[in-house]
């Protein structure tokens, strides 16, 4: 075997244990879900039943057999026009279901939203070309539909905040920096917490990425849905072809008001990549609320009381810019 057929197998191995690392890594916390026993934090769940709202489940936007949302709706239904709130569910891109922010949807609907959980296709076997990307495209398309739908049961939406949590939240910004202005009903804020809106292999050292470049041109390319050579990275041609999922360089002076979170011990969305989206906030004048966690990783698991400001950041924000009339 020559030397450089054996170099070749060593990068490519190295770029597998990479992807696999990261793919490992996002599924080991893949429903972002805090267990806080905070009594604050109470107020941010109920008790679902008929007297609050009602839930419909796996109502279809598309062809793909993942391609349906549940949507929950307030039970009262007299008024001229209500607001959506959608919640991406997170799991690492290849993992998770809508079901698994059935708390955060139902509370949602107590305020007297409309509120939908999105399902978009995973990569995993039997979906290996799946990506960032077309899974973001997914959302767009499904967002047309949730508005039909919720107007066929009588629900009039005029305007809505987008959201999730770790790949949800990756999805969320997304639609919200690069897609807002085709939605069919006006984005009026953003909240979201621990999604990656950067891809730079200095800030993804935890990986290896800052160390092997064409590692990080693997583990981006399957991300972006297209090929990245290592010798494009730090050039103009990368910036251009990583920008489609870079939800940071979607950010203009327009862009919605926006929450945030993010753990400073961050090993599953590199606590370094946050500050691309921070800078990209500050230096387009967008309002907005960014809480770093300093003793906590992924799960924000560590500042119970910066959870609870978080949320009441969150809760603010909505009565601000998406008031229920």
């Known amino acids: 075997m020559s030397k450089d057929k054996k170099k070749g197998n060593k990068a490519g191995m190295f770029i597998l244990l990479c992807v696999g690392a990261f793919i490992v890594s996002f599924v080991g916390s893949a429903i972002f879900k805090v267990t806080y026993t905070s009594p604050e934090l109470n107020k941010y769940s109920v008790d679902w039943d008929e007297e609050i709202g009602t839930t419909y489940t796996d109502i279809a936007y598309g062809d793909g057999e993942a391609n349906k949302f549940d949507l929950y709706v307030p039970a ?11 919640y991406l569910h997170a799991g690492g891109f290849t993992t998770g279901d809508k079901s698994d922010d059935a708390s955060m949807l139902q509370w949602l609907t107590s305020k007297g939203y409309v509120a939908a959980g999105i399902n978009y296709t995973l990569r995993d076997e039997e979906h290996p070309e799946t990506n960032v990307y077309s899974q973001s495209m997914e959302i767009k398309s499904s967002i047309p539909a949730i508005v039909k739908e919720a107007k066929k049961l009588g629900y009039n939406l005029d305007s809505m905040a987008i ?30 917490a621990v999604g990656p809106s950067s891809f730079y292999p ?24 297209t090929e990245i050579t290592a010798d494009m990275l730090g050039t103009e041609a990368y910036e251009e072809t990583i ?19 993010y753990g400073v011990y961050d090993k599953v969305c590199p606590f370094d990549t946050v500050k691309h989206l921070i800078n990209a906030l500050e230096e387009n004048n967008v309002t907005h609320e960014y809480i770093e966690f300093p003793h906590s990783g992924h799960a924000l698991q560590n500042d119970n009381a910066l959870y609870v400001k978080y949320m009441e950041t969150v809760e603010k924000y909505l009565d601000t810019y998406i008031p229920v009339k």
């Open 76 to 86: 009262d239904h007299t008024k001229e026009t209500y607001g959506l709130v959608v």
């Open 163 to 192: 959201s999730g949590g770790s790949a949800g939240g990756t999805l969320a910004m997304l639609y919200a920096y690069r897609d807002a202005d085709e939605s069919p009903i006006p984005v009026k804020m953003l909240f979201e």
């Open 202 to 225: 200095e800030d993804w050292s935890v990986y290896g990425l800052d160390q092997n470049p064409e590692a990080a041109a693997g583990l981006f390319s399957i991300m972006a849905g």
């Open 243 to 261: 920008k489609p999922i870079s939800a940071y360089m979607w950010v203009n002076e327009n862009s919605v008001p926006t929450v945030s979170a």
